[in-house]
């Protein structure tokens, strides 16, 4: 039976390790030095808890997602306002402890200074590194203290944070350079080896190369990238979804994950499976006409959805033309042009689509604002059609992809038959009060990538085991296109994207041949391979430093465009004949802003006060 790296492996190794409930997270912990240094064992139970804040900065997919065009935060009267530049401070960042950090990083150099192994002080320049990449790819800096302070360390103690992204970088490499080259090629899922090294400095190279223009760093990241594809360790798996379920755990393809055991882990304690799953009942569908759930083991969807993808991301899964056999979008397929018409967007009025319960469109959808047409398309079934449900002609002969990510309309979920479209059974009105982000979709669409069924049903306190993909080949292929692309190597890069769009998406190969068609291909293909993986926020920002085709012909540090726009939802008709997609407007959603100062968030305003009021005077980011 394989082993694996667990919470439960962590606490059981560390507790006989040390009999203080607690280790000290103050500047000058200390620890039984022959109890921790001096076996092989004792130094490899500290170096599992060091992962908690280190590596696990990484987890989680919901809330980075509902930043970009692919997702949306959306709960009752409140939204994440991080994407809104209005409703953003100089405390921004507060909440994902980038400035709280000290005690992880004195770990990580208790294991580079005390570890006897060298393996072991290789994997602890891998946690220091990947600690600095976090803090880096939000805000840019961190207070590069690089060994173990004692009480005479007073200088150390009042040292700066890193002047800038090319000074954070240097030290980055530095220390997953050292991981790459010492780590050992083998390890128990859920522990980091070499490759897993190497895919965090292949990461950390790309992001390097956008805010520096240092070419080494390109060269840094292929060989990274190559070292891993060229190991023959890991392979794309034929069934992408179940990577991120419990029959996919060890995957092949994975690189490292984070296991969650239900031993200790509930529903509750998971936000991609407790804020994602809705709360409907068969009282609330019986009033509005849609098809009862079987709730075979309880009321089946009894959790508290606040996050949705988009329209936005559904648009960048391709569909396979019935005709031709290649690869367009929805709305630009031969089943669906032969079917269906576009509509007078203006014949459009207040309950038009739908009176009962809800209002379709409601008033808030109608006319414009500062960002445009609030309605943006509108589509009905032609007379005479021969393909009536306009749900078939957007949703089948998908991308392979968008199945084992999206749940949509007339679509199977946790053992549910699911309707979406208007006064369905998951519609996003069928609950009474608010006509959306009342515990139900904002958007049209729910996540299924990363929700697995739970004995004896998805519910709070039940127990359930979970894992977080951290590193996977998929990724390794799109940076590794990403490379050859800032190479101006057109035919490599497509040859890379195509890696994952064939094997993942089941769809033809791009066939692009210009680096303006190759950068289209390209930034779909991410967005649907690594969608909800906590992967495309940071893309984004270095796709708008690279400028140019990378962020639609802006330049180099520009307003990047796809972070600046509203994102949208779909309202599909009870029998299905119409289709009406609209900005998000709830709660103000659809002021999305972007401005440049945003390529570096905020050093935390408090934390840089807490550091004045001790003599230590770091600069806050541009802009903030």
Not at 229 to 242: C, I, P, T
């Amino acid at each position: 039976m394989k082993r694996y790296i667990k919470n439960s492996l962590i606490i059981t190794l560390v507790m006989s390790l040390f009999s203080c409930n607690e280790l000290d997270t103050q500047p000058f912990e200390s620890y039984d030095d022959q109890a921790v240094w001096g076996s092989k064992e004792g130094t490899e139970a500290f170096i599992v808890k060091a992962y908690n804040g280190t590596i696990t900065n990484f987890n989680g997919y919901a809330w980075l997602e509902s930043n970009t065009p692919n997702g949306i935060h959306s709960n009752l009267t409140n939204l994440t306002t991080f994407p809104i530049d209005t409703r953003t401070t100089n405390q921004t960042g507060s909440a994902q402890g980038l400035g709280d950090f000290f005690a992880n990083l004195r770990e990580c150099n208790l294991i580079i200074e005390k570890a006897q192994e060298p393996e072991l002080k290789a994997e602890g320049h891998l946690l220091r590194g990947v600690l600095f990449f976090y803090q880096t790819l939000w805000q840019g800096r961190f207070v590069p203290i690089t060994k173990v302070l004692t009480p005479d360390s007073k200088e150390e103690f009042r040292t700066l944070y890193t002047k800038n992204p090319e000074e954070s970088y240097e030290y980055i490499l530095e220390d997953l350079t050292k991981a790459a080259n010492e780590m050992p090629e083998t390890s128990l899922p859920g522990r980091a080896n070499k490759y897993a090294a190497h895919a965090f400095r292949c990461r950390a190279a790309l992001q390097a190369y956008a805010y520096t223009k240092d070419t080494k760093y390109l060269a840094i990241a292929k060989e990274s990238g190559e070292a891993i594809v060229n190991s023959n360790r890991y392979q794309l798996v034929d069934d992408y979804g179940s990577m991120f379920l419990e029959e996919g755990k060890t995957a092949p393809e994975i690189i490292l994950a984070n296991y969650r055991l239900s031993k200790n882990t509930t529903v509750g304690g998971i936000t991609e499976m407790q804020i994602v799953v809705p709360n409907v009942n068969n009282t609330e569908v019986d009033f509005v006409g849609g098809n009862r759930f079987a709730d075979a083991k309880g009321r089946s969807f009894e959790c508290w959805a606040q996050y949705f993808p988009t329209q936005d991301l559904i648009d960048q899964y391709l569909v396979i033309d019935q005709n031709d056999n290649t690869a367009k979008n929805w709305y630009e397929t031969s089943q669906f042009m032969n079917n269906v018409e576009v509509g007078d967007i203006a014949s459009l009025t207040e309950g038009s689509l739908n009176t009962v319960r809800h209002k379709v469109p409601e008033a808030a959808d109608l006319g414009s604002n500062a960002k445009g047409q609030i309605i943006t398309n509108y589509y009905r079934i032609k007379a005479g059609a021969t393909e009536k449900n306009i749900s078939d002609l957007m949703y089948k002969n998908r991308d392979a992809r968008f199945y084992a990510t999206v749940v949509h309309d007339q679509s199977s979920w946790l053992k549910e038959n699911v309707e979406t479209n208007i006064c369905g059974n998951l519609w996003a009105g069928v609950r009474e009060g608010q006509s959306d982000s009342w515990y139900t979709t904002a958007s049209g669409y729910y996540w299924r990538k990363a929700v697995r069924e739970v004995e004896p049903r998805v519910y709070v306190s039940n127990p359930t085991n979970f894992h977080y993909v951290l590193a996977r080949l998929g990724e390794v292929y799109m940076n590794l296109a990403e490379v050859y692309l800032l190479e101006n190597n057109v035919a490599k890069a497509v040859e890379m994207l195509n890696k994952t769009r064939v094997k993942h998406g089941k769809l033809p190969a791009s066939t692009a041949t210009s680096m303006s068609e190759a950068w289209v291909d390209y930034i779909r293909e991410r967005r649907v391979e690594m969608a909800y993986e906590g992967d495309l926020y940071y893309s984004y920002l270095r796709w708008g430093k690279y400028g140019g085709d990378a962020n639609e012909g802006a330049a180099s540090g520009d307003v990047i465009k796809a972070l600046n726009e509203p994102v949208h939802k779909i309202q599909i008709t009870k029998d299905r004949t119409q289709v009406m997609i609209a900005q998000i407007t709830r709660n103000g959603a659809w002021e999305r802003t972007f401005s440049t100062k945003r390529y570096l968030m905020p050093i935390p305003q408090s934390i840089l006060d807490s550091r004045a009021a001790h003599g230590i005077k770091d600069e806050q980011n541009p802009g903030w």
